[in-house]
């Protein structure tokens, strides 16, 4: 069992950044991936941005170039640098990260922060 938590939610007017961090326990050994999902409301969850153990990294198309993701592995941890937001960016945000100990690998999700983007 994976537990995630995340913070650094908040309102923000648009243009402003924020910082959101997820904190893994648990069987933190087996985690795999890591990344950020975002569900505005209304819409279905789409993915934000992901990093593998091994670094590589993918982002949203809507996101690139103003999102970063980064990873502490010795913190068990994963971040999201929010920069440039815009009103569309307000959803909540969810932490996932993924444990390959099971076949087939486990999903785990947070509870979820709130961003609201005011324009």
């Known amino acids: 069992q994976v537990q995630l938590m995340e913070s650094g939610g908040g309102l923000v007017q648009a243009g402003g950044s924020l910082r959101l961090s997820c904190a893994a326990s648990?069987?933190?050994?087996?985690?795999?991936?890591m990344g950020w999902y975002r569900q505005a409301p209304g819409k279905q969850r789409e993915l934000v941005a992901g990093i593998a153990s091994f670094g590589t990294i993918d982002y949203s198309d809507s996101v690139k170039g103003r999102f970063t993701i980064s990873r502490d592995n010795a913190k068990n941890a994963v971040y999201l640098q929010m920069n440039n937001l815009k009103p569309e960016d307000t959803a909540v945000y969810y932490c996932?990260?993924?444990?390959?100990?099971?076949?087939?690998?486990?999903?785990?999700w947070g509870k979820g922060t709130l961003v609201t983007v005011s324009s």
């Open positions: 648990g069987s933190i050994t087996s985690i795999s991936h």
């Open positions: 996932n990260a993924v444990a390959v100990d099971t076949t087939p690998p486990m999903n785990y």
